[in-house]
């Protein structure tokens, strides 16, 4: 089936440090969502590409369908940069619908 | 003001009840979703609507039926409760099929 592969399943940041989130796609992905969920369960916006690269502030996000990936990158990692990170996007077989990674369980420690 | 919300934030229910969660959105968007959240995991879809029309069905028992009554609205019924059926219901929508944006969630707990 459609399938969304994240890596890593955790990751620890000190604060002012930075890392790269990736989603992995097993077929071909017309666009990616990312998403921050909070400590409050609450799902976050952060990026929608159907190519190339977005920044916003300190994070940056780029998106190759052809070689089926994504990736985000967090830059100078704040406390409250502390969640966890889904990617997802719509597969071919629906359009109606997101198919979400496994997310990745950030923690940003002083 | 937030501009989509679900009702209520938090349910508990006992095993062979029905419940309603509700959803509203204010965005204007034609496409409404219903996802599911269970402990820890990522998010399942489970119904999406067009113009208050089903397009997509992926939740295989009948016990959950997706309700719109206008255009806005996209409510979720959930017949004979089991306590599997504790999660996080997510409500969503987008214009036309493109960027989801998400309602805080309802926590259903079912003893």
């Known amino acids: 089936g459609d399938q969304v592969e994240q890596s890593p399943s955790a990751l620890s940041l000190h604060e002012g440090t930075g890392s790269a989130l990736r989603c992995n796609f097993t077929?071909?992905?017309?666009?990616v969502q990312w998403f921050q969920q909070n400590s409050r369960g609450s799902l976050i916006n952060l990026f929608y590409?159907?190519?190339g690269t977005k920044e916003n502030g300190r994070l940056k996000s780029t998106f190759n369908s052809k070689e089926s990936y994504s990736t985000l990158h967090i830059r100078d990692a704040q406390l409250e940069d502390s969640g966890t990170y889904f990617c997802a996007a719509p597969p071919p077989s629906s359009f109606s619908k997101l198919v979400f990674g496994q997310g990745t369980s950030l923690s940003v420690v002083p | 003001d937030p501009k989509i919300i679900q009702k209520p934030k938090y349910l508990v229910a006992v095993t062979g009840s029905e419940k309603i969660l509700i959803c509203e959105q204010y965005l204007g968007h034609n496409a409404m979703y219903w996802y599911r959240q269970s402990a820890k995991k990522p998010l399942e879809f489970m119904f999406s609507y067009s113009y208050q029309k089903l397009m997509d069905n992926q939740t295989a028992s009948s016990r959950f039926q997706p309700q719109s009554s206008k255009k806005n609205h996209l409510d979720l019924q959930i017949t004979a409760l089991k306590p599997d059926d504790s999660a996080t219901y997510f409500c969503?929508?987008?214009?036309?099929?493109?960027?989801?944006?998400f309602g805080p969630g309802t926590r259903l707990t079912v003893l």
């Open positions: 590409l159907a190519s």
């Open positions: 969503a929508s987008s214009p036309d099929w493109y960027e989801q944006y």
């Open positions: 077929t071909t992905m017309r666009a």
